[in-house]
């Protein structure tokens, strides 16, 4: 009997953890964001390409006055302040609810607006010299790939984060077509120097 209660009692204890270890597995690491400033050291022309497009200045759309007509056309109160507001943030911050993500304009300023990452993964570890770096310039794509970088990046990805009918801005009668927006609001495709087939 006690060697019974001691089984059940090992396996009331080891259960959380298995499944806790079965659940990280499913779900595959949580990589940490960075920054564009980080980005910008290898891609200086995306950067300087992306810095004037909607999405980097996506977090701005928040603020009270800006865009009026369309904030009304969608519902919202076009004098509201929704630079803190948590339906907001997830589309018009880098990692808004992740780890290392955006917390606050005060905490976290290297990630307002759709930087980087928000297409592309959180980089923390992509960009680490035995991968994507100015040390490993012929890096494999699909090397870091396995590490979080998000290549190519597709329409499924768009709707999955923010382009979806939990915007109050995405039309439900006409969704989100990525094919013919997608060198509207992204930075210049330009091709990379090096190869990484």
């Keep these: 009997m006690k060697a019974i209660l001691k089984a059940v009692i090992v396996t009331i204890l080891i259960m959380p953890g298995l499944v806790l270890l079965a659940q990280e597995k499913k779900e595959g690491p949580a990589y940490g964001y960075i920054g564009t400033k980080k980005c910008k050291k290898c891609h200086l022309k995306q950067f300087k390409s992306w810095k004037e497009t909607n999405m980097a200045k996506a977090f701005d759309l928040l603020k009270p006055g800006v865009r009026p007509d369309n904030k009304k056309a969608a519902g919202l109160d076009p004098q509201k302040d929704y630079t803190t507001d948590a339906e907001c943030l997830p589309c018009h911050t880098t990692g808004y ?12 300023p290297q990630l307002i607006g759709v930087s980087c990452e928000m297409c592309h993964g959180a980089g923390s570890e992509y960009i680490k010299k035995e991968h994507m770096s100015l040390k490993n310039k012929h890096y494999k794509l699909a090397e870091v790939v396995k590490v979080g970088l998000v290549s190519p990046v597709t329409g499924d990805r768009c709707t999955e984060v923010c382009h979806n009918d939990k915007s109050p801005f995405v039309d439900k009668a006409q969704p989100f077509d990525f094919a013919a927006r997608k060198d509207e609001g992204t930075h210049e495709h330009i ?7």
Excluded: M
């Design 191 to 197: 091709p990379l120097k090096y190869k990484h087939d």
């Design 97 to 108: 609810g992740q780890p290392g993500g955006f917390v606050s304009v005060e905490e976290t």
